[in-house]
């Protein structure tokens, strides 16, 4: 990990004469992804680069304005509840795919129908499983019908539910829509390279709606895995974008002067979980006192400072505050190695005791966390495991302990993060019923206000019985030529389509 | 000849059907593969409906008697992650790791075979010193960190080499480099050890008693016997390369078939490890057939039996 930091920093250092230069001559935005991107079709990709593409290249029926969070409409420009499972949408009219096939009912009739069949095996099942069919009702009139009520129906359709044009996808399928996606987004896609690369050009024949006309020519995307490598490429000026750029490194570049440096937050939050329910048997976690101890242990904040930093900060409540229903006002534990001592004294653990605590990404964090909880005494036994491998462990209850994080899918919402977690699912360690029956309930009813009341109860006994401890929201970096302007927003969503030149 | 040809061949098949059906068990120790394909955001109800989807619930052997069927037929499966069939990925990315493979170990044998050659010839000497420093330190710098020099250097500083990707020849120079050295101090101290342990031979020392040109000695009688054991570790290193050509590939986005292998253990992506894992031992079998058919016609001795 030295050596790493000594190079960046030589690399850093032996750079600082060198020009970058954004393409702005032949309008083309170059950006690189350190992960290679899975199939381009978006229902068989989970990944954040696929959301990406996602919304360049498609459009959704609405739009959720990231700085307001107000919704609006996007294919549809109208749309009304006429009962709490029946959505009816009026759609844009002269709206045409990239490849010149009209938009109307039948896309989105087709690709509704065809995303929750679930024969198809789209991959993201949430994503989609809240609704049941959808039924034509004229030429640009759709009805959406749910199986339940489902209050974050709107987030949903503005963000991951993009539609296709119904006779291409008919055609070609997941595996020729993964090879040349056709939308209706202000993106078409020009080249595609599984696992390489991809370039995307305007589409000059864009409707605009909210997003508006791309306001560069073209971006041309590579996947480049090494962040050092990318830094390099950023200096020789054959990229004008970084994206996720650790911290360290993003201090580095922004004290050049030469650079935009943008530090944005993510709706990515990290916590510790506790077997508060035994099920990896009768452990110490079951004990309130020894959960409020954990609490008071770490200290959060010295975390964020030293490692996490940018805008990251300190969260008492189970969810990201970018989400809706996410009461920020619930009870939180000040960082008190004392008391927390006090606590496991009472609870039985004068001495402490030992634990297997796991961990899957963010090593240095996990240990910062240790190193606390060693001072009052929890002696703890680091398993550091592939995503894959911990959350099977966690699912099958064998997990006493673990530092996780979890991303919510750009959701908007506070059920994309507790109906995973405390519904009883197999992620779920608190197993309390009322916290269940408030949630579940929450998530069935439409009423913005009685939904935002029980979300807040269920946080906050959440809180008070401290089944978790939430730590700190995420945040990403952003790193930009000069010439170059966007400004990020608080989802990670990059939308390329907000790309332009200075 | 042709009997011991399909001997090997059939020897071939057998190894890397053990191989596969070992790596099939351990691939499934490495955690659910549903989970792997639902991804990090996915919700309990994604993983249940991926695991019937794809049959994980059943019994491993059953699944692994599915997958060699079809294997059996030349279909190896579609990639989980990609949704592409895995004979088209690695197609497409097995020519790049076969042209750095190929371009380091050439390196490597341009490099380490005369300097090998000239430091057993002075033992001790400056040369020989100088050789031994290079082998040392070809051994003991990361090859990561290696790269980031070279790109520094080369490529920002410099602008002579692109710092990434796999367009051009020039996009080859800086791998080839760092894996070629990686590769170069076993085959130098081979060749040295070997040289060495030659030139003190009693048909060596007749030869020279005999008057016989100085350097024809060297390279003609010396040089041929000692490079024996340097082709089989070459063929063996060509093999590593395929296969451990990831940190390179990584550093230089060469999107070669060594770098899939380490994303798809990552990802989970099973019909591509699987697939790789037999084209790689076939290779490994390939490589080792191709030395010991070379090392027979240097030398006759190894021709019999």
Not at chain 2, 116 to 124: D, K, T
Request: charged share 20%; hydrophobic share 45%; aromatic share 12%.
């Amino acid at each position: 990990m030295k050596i790493w930091k000594l190079l960046s920093g030589t690399a850093l250092c032996a750079c600082l004469s060198a020009p970058a230069f954004a393409d702005k001559a032949s309008d083309t935005v170059s950006m690189a992804f350190n992960k290679e991107l899975e199939t381009a079709d978006t229902y068989f990709n989970t990944a954040r680069e696929g959301l990406l593409l996602n919304h360049a290249v498609w459009d959704g029926l609405l739009y959720r304005d990231p700085e307001t969070g107000e919704y609006k409409g996007n294919l549809a420009t109208d749309w009304t509840w006429i009962d709490d499972t029946t959505l009816e949408l009026t759609l844009r009219e002269g709206v045409t795919f990239h490849n010149g096939e009209p938009f109307n009912a039948d896309d989105v009739v087709y690709t509704i129908n065809y995303v929750t069949d679930p024969e198809n095996g789209v991959k993201n099942k949430a994503n989609v499983g809240w609704m049941d069919h959808a039924e034509k009702v004229d030429e640009y009139t759709v009805r959406i019908i749910l199986p339940a009520p489902f209050p974050a129906a709107e987030e949903f359709l503005a963000g991951p539910v993009a539609m296709y044009p119904d006779e291409y996808y008919a055609e070609v399928g997941p595996t020729g829509m993964g090879l040349k996606p056709i939308g209706t987004g202000p993106f078409k896609l020009a080249e595609l390279e599984p696992g390489k690369s991809f370039t995307l050009e305007r589409n000059d024949d864009y409707f605009g709606g909210p997003k508006g006309m791309a306001g560069v020519g073209n971006v041309e995307i590579r996947t480049i895995p090494e962040v050092n490598t990318q830094i390099a490429e950023f200096f020789n000026g054959t990229l004008d974008f970084l994206w996720g750029v650790p911290a360290d490194q993003a201090e580095k570049l922004e004290a050049m002067g030469k650079y935009t440096v943008v530090n944005a937050p993510a709706m990515r939050v990290g916590y510790v979980t506790m077997d508060t329910a035994g099920r990896s048997g009768d452990g110490p976690m079951t004990d309130q006192r020894v959960r409020e101890a954990v609490y008071h242990a770490i200290d959060r904040q010295a975390i964020v400072d030293a490692l996490v930093k940018g805008s990251s900060e300190v969260i008492d409540t189970a969810c990201s505050p970018a989400q809706f229903a996410c009461d920020q006002s619930v009870t939180g534990y000040e960082y008190d190695p004392e008391k927390s001592k006090e606590l496991l004294a009472e609870a039985g653990y004068p001495d402490g005791f030992e634990i297997d605590f796991y961990a899957y990404r963010n090593r240095p964090y996990a240990e910062a966390i240790m190193g606390y909880l060693n001072e009052v005494g929890i002696t703890t036994n680091l398993n550091f495991m592939q995503y894959a491998a911990l959350r099977e462990k966690h699912r099958k209850g064998e997990v006493p302990m673990a530092f996780l994080t979890w991303g919510s899918n750009s959701v908007a919402d506070a059920s994309a993060i507790t109906a995973e977690f405390f519904t009883e699912g197999p992620q779920d360690d608190a197993r309390d019923p009322e916290v269940v029956e408030w949630i579940e309930t929450a998530d069935t009813t439409i009423d913005k206000e009685e939904r935002k009341a029980l979300y807040s109860k269920a946080l906050q006994k959440i809180a008070t019985e401290a089944y978790w401890v939430p730590l700190w929201t995420y945040n990403v970096n952003y790193v930009m030529s000069p010439e170059m302007d966007f400004t990020p927003t608080d989802d990670e969503l990059v939308r390329f389509f907000d790309f332009s030149w200075n | 000849m042709l009997l011991y040809i399909l001997k090997r061949l059939g020897l071939a098949a057998l190894v890397a059907l053990t191989v596969s059906a070992i790596s099939f068990s351990l691939l499934f120790l490495a955690g659910d593969p549903a989970i792997s394909i639902a991804g990090e955001n996915a919700s309990s109800e994604d993983i249940a409906a991926i695991t019937e989807r794809y049959g994980f619930d059943r019994p491993l052997p059953v699944q692994y008697a599915d997958w060699l069927v079809s294997a059996a037929q030349g279909d190896l499966g579609r990639s989980w992650y990609f949704d592409l069939p895995t004979t088209q990925i690695i197609g497409d990315r097995l020519g790049v790791t076969m042209t750095l493979g190929l371009l380091a170990i050439s390196f490597a044998l341009i490099l380490a075979i005369p300097m090998g050659v000239a430091a057993a010839v002075r033992p001790n000497s400056l040369i020989d010193r100088a050789a031994l420093f290079i082998s040392v330190v070809g051994q003991a710098i990361p090859s990561f960190w290696f790269g980031l020099i070279l790109i520094v250097v080369f490529s920002i500083k410099l602008g002579l080499v692109p710092a990434s990707g796999s367009d051009s020849w020039k996009h080859f120079i800086l791998p080839t480099v760092v894996l070629g050295y990686y590769a170069t101090p076993a085959i130098m101290r081979l060749t040295r050890a070997g040289m060495i342990e030659v030139l003190s031979a009693d048909y060596i020392r007749t030869a020279r008693a005999k008057g016989l040109n100085p350097r024809k000695v060297l390279f003609k009688h010396a040089l041929r016997n000692a490079v024996i054991p340097v082709i089989s570790l070459a063929a063996v290193q060509m093999g590593f390369m395929l296969g451990g050509s990831i940190v390179v590939e990584s550093i230089f986005a060469l999107h070669g078939a060594g770098f899939l292998a380490w994303e798809s253990i990552s990802r989970n992506d099973l019909p591509v490890m699987q697939a790789l894992i037999l084209v790689f031992s076939m290779f490994y079998i390939l490589f080792t057939f191709l030395a010991d058919v070379l090392n027979a016609w240097m030398d006759p001795r190894l021709r019999v039996g």
